[in-house]
């Protein structure tokens, strides 16, 4: 009988482990199709991306991976989007228990380098910001400070890359993530890539930086920025 349990427990494993590599593997194979579609590069694996952003999800755990990695260029700018996984391990009286945190990443390039802002749902990254003392910057919207946690590096930036419009783009998409990172406008769910995702968070990523003044770009070096109302 014991014999018959073990039996029955390797093939159950078995099976589990058979059903997820092929669920991995059609992820993969639609994930590089779109790419493909688009005229995107495709790698089915680069953990340089781990390392290339800093803040959460980045940096945090360990045994982390960029997935699905596809670069490219959205309405004229560079672009990439990758799954990004890491570990946690933790232990209680139970014993030791590993978990493992998947998000989706998006990056957007923008005209020139800014300080950073991040515009975060609330429970999404909160509990890290509470726990170094960052506090939320409030808007004039009720609405929008329900919503989201906004901190910055710059509070004056925060409020000039949130005009009404943009929060009103953000309240659209309750579940996203974004944040200015340097040169490039980042987004994350709490999700892995699929390409009907793909395609709307970069559309609302691509609105969000053509709202943003263009009084923004000029006083950080960029410059006119064409798209942008001033």
């Known amino acids: 009988m014991a014999a018959l349990i073990i039996v029955g427990v390797v093939v159950v494993v078995g099976v589990i482990a058979w059903l997820a590599y092929q669920r991995n593997k059609k992820h993969r194979e ?3 199709g779109w790419a493909a579609s688009k005229g995107w590069t495709y790698a089915e694996r680069d953990d340089s991306y781990c390392d290339r952003w800093s803040g959460s999800p980045f940096g945090q755990g360990h045994s982390r991976k960029a997935k699905n990695v596809m670069c490219g260029t959205y309405a004229n700018r560079d672009a990439v989007v990758f799954d990004y996984q890491y570990n946690e391990t933790t232990n209680d009286s139970n014993g030791t228990h590993e978990t493992t945190y998947r998000f989706g990443v998006y990056a957007l390039a923008l005209p020139c380098a800014l300080p950073t802002v991040s515009v975060a749902p609330e429970g999404f990254f909160t509990k890290i910001g509470h726990a170094v003392g960052i506090h939320d910057i409030d808007l004039e919207s009720e609405d929008f400070n329900r919503a989201f946690r906004l901190t910055a590096d710059d509070k004056k930036l925060a409020y000039d890359v949130l005009p009404a ?10 579940d996203i993530h974004v944040r200015t ?3 490039y406008l980042l987004a994350f769910d709490r999700r ?3 390409m009907t995702l793909v395609e709307r968070r970069l559309a609302v990523m691509g609105q969000f930086v053509d709202q943003i003044p263009g009084f923004v770009w000029d006083d950080h070096g960029a410059g006119s920025h064409e798209g942008s109302t001033r």
């Open 30 to 32: 639609q994930l590089a």
């Open 165 to 174: 419009r943009n929060m009103q783009l953000l309240l659209s998409q309750p």
């Open 181 to 183: 990172q340097g040169s």
């Open 192 to 194: 892995w890539l699929n």
